[in-house]
């Protein structure tokens, strides 16, 4: 088994291998300019900040449907502790285990490989366990603040949610557009709201995984158009599931990530944004979207706030 | 054993409980008002972004000084991992295990208590290795996005950084503001550097931590009357090690934290914001700082950044 | 809400605080001499050897249903490395972060409390975060070596399983004692066999919980009668779920780690067992099921074997 | 770089591929019959116990020296909690994070490969992320209970301990036999004291692990004419640090864990097991020495005993 001659298509017309140099790790986000960030800036209308992230929490969106990634377990190590004697000031401590991916997160542009390949043509073998992503690992990916634009398709389509399985096309992403009455731009970071995150805040983390809408492997040719930076969405793997091609997984990473080298981030929480940019008619404002610098990591939470 | 008596009159004088309500979790955060934000969104000038995270890795800062508080455990659950069957694209997945403060950090609220009480006079012992810290848990600190301000005091005395158990003073803290060229004002995220981490950066784990200087007791007051939102520096502790005042242990945290309300951020990295700033002169620029959001966590990293 | 006087009169009856010393820590398990190890070694017929531990992985025993009670997650640190060159011999290394009491485990005495008193009279508040079970952890549990007797109460019944919710009582007890052809004396550890791990292993993990058989709040008094030194069982929780007595949640829990302070194993795997000791019949052998030594931990996997 | 002539000649000598068949996946344990399990029961004179772990603890073995391998980090996710409501009995829970050979373990076969193999000639990219070691993992391991003898090489060369790189010959073996009073056989598991642990014991984590004295690279052809089907000794690696061959590192994990199949146990405290072989003369004795089933694991922490 191989990827389809149809994959192979597309992933010449939006790769970017080489075209920040042979050494690049960071890939789109290279289009993150001082200027771009200077005008996302002055977007900035009423300073109302809204957080992106869900919950880090035990019974997070991770349902075991994705091996490994666990949501987080939070423990204690003190509680109250007067580590310097009766009296004293007392401390409380704690630690975590959890998936880099669990929750609200970024991928980085070595999470998936195809063909024996990461971005920018490196070798898959590069990731090891024991040093994890060694050549574009998350840590390297340091400098997310720009432009947002929420790119609110549930809403342009005119539905509270997009149905399971359904498949988000460039024509969408411009009805969005419309609605939002602004273009995307070289730099943005885009954020497509599909509604799903519903499902979860509901309670129901099964249902919120499979079936799912997501970005149609029609996509990742239209972000090239526009020379995007990012893109994030609302959904637990960013792409369909099952897939809009059958057995053709995870298309859209494999083009996103390692042909364009362009980040993703999944569960996002765009529910209060999407309010938020209903009620003043704008769509676009300053992102700060800050990965934490696990050296290695093939991902990472990130606490995404948007700046109105 | 007990808390002094200079301690509790200053305690008084710091005292936030109530004044946001008796429900209320995030103290001075309180501060940063929507006209805050939109301020310090026009301070940006050039579009420069400057992280302030250090890099989250097994030799990370923590030396085994703070029990139970462990640099991260990086290790790999999938690794090019062709998931859907042979020829299909492949994953690379990855898990980690840390105290919530290890790194680049904001203390929550609850991360101290004294006397028996954690801020805004809830008992101490609403945390619990149940649920963590219920109340006022980094989880409801979701918005820091404001103004920043470098208080780079190691430039202001003409230091490369200041000396092992160096007390910042206010007065230190005004003659930083003076070099800075800007008041610190309600709201503002106030950044101060010692220059401590250069020990940490130079490969001394061991002396990064102890003898370490710190923000002096009598700092308290200051960033009250100045009514400022958060503080952080680049200490591993954020106090004086050893000790200021003989026997006195974590005052500073007791006062900022339960006493005032008021986050405290450990093992910033401020050097090559300072670099920047003594470049330009322009010491004030918006700062992201989100919290990840742990429920119940009494700590979180976070991956600052500053935008110039 | 308290205890019920039912439970306090049995309370009285098989309490053994003061027993062995104010300062003991390991309760019944005094009641292994090197006599009665002696006499488990003579019992050694075929020498065959009969592992009782479940496989520790990641889709273990654990459903979600006992709060921050996680199963193993596998991860890797190192795969075939070549720490010392290119060409040199390969390390793989790997790191589980797991609930104690995740698999087939001990509980240590100090795993429940009532009436804020552990085993020994010890007050409950002993057990912190900063040193976990400092008065008897499982790490003072350290010479699980004796007689082992095989209780088959669901053979004893003509079951293949006992049903969910059935309480075995002192009787069933007796009827697989008459089974087994030996009477239960001080010091033996007691296996007693509900079938109930077949729901787990035919991969049903939530009903293997829920509803469970287990053990009745009678059988404490039963076990103190004979001076059994510990008894575990293949069960999620030792005890009937739902419970026996309307809102008596874990009775026995406290009857046997508090009041007797007796050690209690979950989740063993008697299959193999008891179709061997059916085949000989033979229901005694030499038991080994030592503790891991985790300091101030409330309980441990255990891997525990029979030699017939 | 690769593995010197000298080391491939002993590698044919000792080499046991095929010799249970070409699936085996538990090399020398097969050696443990029936037989020598119920003669190991036959030892038991007293009926003392001793186990032979170190406690497991934040401040264990480990000093950072072998990256990734972390000591147990202890944490609490229950004290004392009122699950089923106030009043109602109260528990404890924990979880660890650690490696699994992190302190008294086995090494699985798969632990180390060299060119490319692992034991029985299995490539060495079937241990994965995903899986661990699928072939040959810790889990396969299940039955280790056997007739133990101490080999107290420290003792017969009537030293305290032996000196740091000191290379433990067949010689050395032998001399411990004589003192042992009885000759190593098929199916025995071997523990060879140094007496290094003393330096651990003493608060010396960095010098425990080197220098060490350690198995000479003569050893294994010796284990492997006695037909030994395990050993462990008291040092952190097993092997003399730095190496007895220049530049020739970890060659005894080669050979006997890829080439012969036999399980190799590390971090053995053999210092009260020594006292008592000392005092009565008899260094034989039933060991149970059960592995954890980690699935996939290449180790695992183990809790040893040994019945005198």
Redesign the interface.
């Known amino acids: ?3 389809p001659a149809e994959f192979h298509e597309i992933a010449k017309r939006v790769n970017n291998w080489g075209r920040w140099g042979a050494d690049d790790e960071i890939g789109t986000l290279n289009l993150i ?6 005008e ?3 977007t ?6 809204i ?1 992106l ?7 997070g969106v991770q349902s ?1 449907m ?5 949501n ?10 007067e ?19 669990a929750g609200t997160h970024w991928d980085a542009l ?5 063909s024996g390949k990461l971005y920018n043509g490196r070798p ?2 590069t ?4 040093g ?2 060694e050549f574009a690992g998350i ?1 390297k990916a ?2 997310i ?1 720009s432009r947002g634009v929420l790119l609110d398709v549930a809403r342009a389509l005119h539905k509270d949610r997009l149905d399971g399985s359904y498949a988000v096309t460039p024509e969408d992403l411009e009805a969005a557009e419309d609605l939002a009455g602004t273009r995307v731009r070289a730099g943005d970071v885009v954020l497509v709201r599909t509604g799903q995150v519903q499902v979860y805040l509901a309670g129901d983390r099964e249902r919120y995984g499979y079936p799912s809408p997501g970005l149609s492997v029609r996509t990742p040719e239209w972000f090239h158009a526009r020379d995007v930076a990012a893109v994030a969405n609302d959904t637990l793997t960013f792409e369909i599931f099952p897939p809009e091609i059958e ?1 053709l ?3 859209v ?2 083009l996103d990530l390692v042909e364009m080298g362009m980040l993703q981030g999944q569960n996002w929480n765009l529910e209060e944004l999407s309010t938020a940019c209903g009620e003043t008619g704008r769509y676009a404002f ?1 992102l ?1 979207a ?10 990472t ?1 990130v ?3 948007a ?1 109105l």
Chains 1, 2, 3, 4 share one sequence.
């Open positions: 088994m191989s990827l300019t001082d200027e771009v960030v200077r996302a800036a002055a900035v209308g009423t300073g109302r900040r957080p992230a869900l919950p880090l929490k035990h019974d075991g994705i091996p490994g990634r666990v987080p377990l939070h423990a204690m190590v003190q509680i109250n502790q580590l310097f004697g009766p009296g004293t000031v007392a401390c409380s401590d704690d630690a975590v285990t959890m998936g880099l991916q070595t999470h998936v490989s195809h898959a073998d990731v090891t366990a024991h994890g992503a840590d340091r400098h603040v057995d997984w995870l298309p990473h494999a300053l700060s800050m990965p934490e610098p696990f050296v290695g990591g093939t991902g939470p606490a995404p706030v700046v």
